[in-house]
Structures are given as structure tokens and as C-alpha cells.
């Protein structure tokens, strides 16, 4: 009994030196002291691990919504920008009867990430819904949620590529009766014509051409269009080649014969090909032999 309570002492001992405490409690009878240090010593410990660990969590939080949420709304801002300059261009100018309009629809399986985006622009940015102490339950909630969601995904792309954020489509417009109807062309495609189904692709491949030749940009802003209007009436193809005209584009058009007189005052060179044997021959000028 006698060594162990020396034992005991020596370890107190111990203690009081790495504590710098009063080291004269020592024995037996000041085991409840201690076993009330040790407890408060745990306490101590586990309520530094909380904070450090909340630390933690606010510095991801912080690192998701300016690094993944900012940057996921500024690939959207900038998307929208350009299809909203796209669409006032397209505005003014009919093809046929028709108007068209670019549409992006917010995904419902993307309603959290849209509503987290909403509530901060609400905080006027990350930094300052942080700063309020972030105590929106709803918004922490959310932010918990999608970021376990996209810890998740296997594809990171998912989540990572803003354009799977919307569907698309393309609102087509046309007056009738002085009354302005719309539709969208995922659910026309059925009833539409030839001339209508081929159009919206010209326009979708004008578009690309304006994104990648913008106007503010010096560049040869050249087009190759291959057996191109095939199903487009006259009066499309006029408007169409003349869009192309009036944005300085530089086209050079494959048409079969029957179309050239479309899109022939608008072109300042043409270069017929016509078979002879096994071998086919360029002529300048239309050739209609």
C-alpha cells in the first residue's frame, strides 16, 4: 500500500511541475482533486477540438460559395450576357414570318443551388452573409446539403459545368391577326414544316459564328456553309445570306445550281464545278452547261 501511494504521489508530482501548480498536493486524500483537473483538462480539450473543427467547416464554407458558387454565377452571368446580346440581334430581324429567341430554363434539380445564389446576392455576396454570423437555417441547411451532393458525384462535371444547370430551347414568335403567338421549337418540331425545322439550325450556327467572331474583335470572322437551304424557301434564304452579310462575315457557300440566284447578289464570286469524264473542273462565273 505504501508504494503505491508513493507511486501515486510521484505521478501528482509530475503533474504539479508540468501545470505550475502548488505541488504540496499530494496523497491519497487529494484524488478527487485531481480526478476534477482531469475532468476539466477533457473539457478543455474537446471544447477546443469544437471550435477548431468549426474553424474548419467555416473556412470550406467560405472557400465553397466564393470559389465553387462565385465562380458557377459568373459562368452563368457571362452566358446570359452573351445570349442576351445573340437574342436582341435576332430580334430584328425576321426570317420569314418568324422571330427567334435563345431560352435557358433554370433545371428543378438545380433549385438549390439557384436559391442558395439568390439568398446571397440578398447578403450582397458571400463575404458579408459570413460576416452576419451566417444564422440563416434554411441557407445552412442548403449549403450543407448541395455540398454533400456534389461530394457524392462521381462525374464531376455535373455540378462543375454550368450549362447543366438549364435546359434549352428556342422561342419562335410570329403575329397573327395583330396578335403575337409563341411556341417553342422542342414542341413544334412535329408540325413543322421542312423550311421551318432547317431554319433554327442556321440560326443556332450564326449564333456559334458570332461567339466566336465578335464584333469588337479584328478577325477574318470566315464561313464554309456546305449544300446549304436545301429546304429554305426563297425569301429565308435572302434573309438568311443577308444576315450573314450585314455581321461581315465571310462566307463561301456549296449550293447546287437552282439555289444560286437566291444568294447570287449577295456573293461577289462564284466558282462552278462541273463533271467531264473522270474529272471535275472549276470555271468562275455561273456555269449552266
Known amino acids: 500500500m505504501d508504494k503505491a501511494a508513493k507511486v501515486l504521489e510521484d505521478k501528482q508530482l509530475d503533474y504539479c511541475k508540468i501545470a505550475e501548480t502548488d505541488n504540496s498536493k499530494r496523497g491519497v486524500a487529494y484524488i478527487p482533486f485531481y480526478r476534477a483537473e482531469l475532468s476539466n483538462l477533457s473539457n478543455v480539450k ?59 430554363k433554370e433545371k428543378a434539380d438545380r433549385a438549390i443551388f439557384f436559391r442558395i445564389s439568390s439568398k446571397l446576392s440578398e447578403y450582397a455576396g458571400a463575404d458579408f452573409y459570413l460576416a452576419s454570423g451566417a444564422d440563416d437555417e434554411e441557407m445552412e441547411h442548403d ?15 455535373e455540378y462543375t459545368d454550368y450549362r447543366r444547370y438549364f435546359t434549352y430551347d428556342m422561342e419562335i414568335a410570329r403575329t397573327i391577326d395583330n396578335k403575337l403567338v409563341t411556341s417553342d421549337l422542342s414542341k413544334k418540331q412535329g408540325s413543322a414544316s421542312n423550311g421551318e425545322k432547317q431554319t433554327p439550325y442556321f440560326i443556332i450556327l450564326a449564333a456559334s459564328l458570332m461567339q466566336c467572331y465578335p464584333k469588337n474583335k479584328c478577325c477574318a470572322r470566315l464561313a464554309f456553309i ?9 425569301e429565308r434564304i435572302e434573309q438568311m445570306v443577308k444576315y450573314f452579310e450585314e455581321h461581315d462575315f465571310q462566307v463561301i457557300y456549296a449550293a447546287p445550281p437552282e439555289k444560286i440566284a437566291s444568294i447570287g447578289q449577295f456573293i461577289t464570286t462564284t466558282v462552278s464545278l462541273y463533271p467531264k469524264g473522270n474529272y471535275s473542273y472549276a470555271i468562275e462565273g455561273h456555269y449552266a452547261g
Open 46 to 104: 474537446l471544447e477546443e477540438a469544437k471550435n477548431k473543427m468549426h474553424d474548419q467547416e467555416k473556412n470550406l464554407q467560405s472557400a465553397f460559395m466564393h470559389d465553387f458558387i462565385g465562380e458557377i454565377n459568373e459562368a452563368i452571368r457571362l452566358a446570359k450576357d452573351e445570349i442576351g446580346a445573340i437574342n436582341k440581334e435576332l430580334k430584328q430581324i425576321p426570317f420569314g414570318q418568324d422571330t427567334y429567341q435563345f431560352k435557358m
Open 226 to 234: 456546305d449544300e446549304a437551304f436545301a429546304a429554305l424557301s426563297r
Open 143 to 157: 449549403i450543407k446539403q448541395f455540398m454533400d451532393t456534389i461530394l457524392d458525384e462521381e462525374d464531376e462535371l
